[in-house]
């Protein structure tokens, strides 16, 4: 009987040495579930900071491409004003040929005065308006110089004469005044 206490008592020992290496490989996976979710809460920490800055930069995206939005409105809208505005300048461009002759015929006759006079009103309602050059500095701006004159009447650069009238419409040269410019003697 000896011999099976023996054999009973390795038993039991390695009965005990199973059981403390179960014991010990249960703590083991008690620990690492606890460790995991710590693990799990920094990585979620991790992934919701990317979500976060991911988040930001789309809306920093949209803002941008909602400020472009505005701005390519509000750059369609002027350029249809501004094409609204000169739509008719080349009509008128054509017409001042005509407004020159009426302006010349109007000097010797009361009729195509009243012609030239009409056709001046109504070219105005539309913003046409002429450049007055006799007597100012010259601008080159406005004015386009032909010739200079010898003056003792009049300062250096200022107009001496105009020899055709120039316009703007709408406050943009569309043609400009021909003139002479005064030279001191």
Do not use: T
Request: charged share 30%; proline share 2%.
């Amino acid at each position: 009987m000896r011999w099976g206490l023996q054999s009973f008592f390795r038993l039991g020992v390695s009965s005990m040495a199973l059981a403390e290496q179960a014991v010990s490989q249960d703590a083991e996976k008690v620990l690492e579930e606890k460790a995991e979710p710590e693990e799990d809460l920094a990585d979620l920490a991790r992934r919701l900071e990317e979500a976060q800055d991911l988040a930001e930069e789309r809306y920093g995206q949209l803002m941008r491409c909602r400020a472009e939005l505005d701005n390519v409105m509000k750059r369609a809208a002027r350029e249809k004003e501004e094409y609204a505005r000169y739509a008719s300048q080349e009509l008128i461009q054509k017409l001042l040929p005509i407004l020159d002759s009426l302006e010349q015929a109007a000097r010797h006759d009361q009729g195509a005065s009243v012609l030239y006079h009409q056709l001046l009103g109504i070219l105005q309602g539309v913003g046409l308006a002429s450049i007055e050059a006799l007597g100012k500095r010259f601008d080159p701006y406005v004015h386009e110089a032909l010739f200079k004159v010898e003056s003792r009447d009049l300062e250096e650069d200022v107009v001496a004469e105009d020899i055709q009238k120039g316009y703007l419409l709408h406050s943009k040269v569309i043609r400009h005044s021909k003139v002479a410019v005064a030279k001191k003697v």
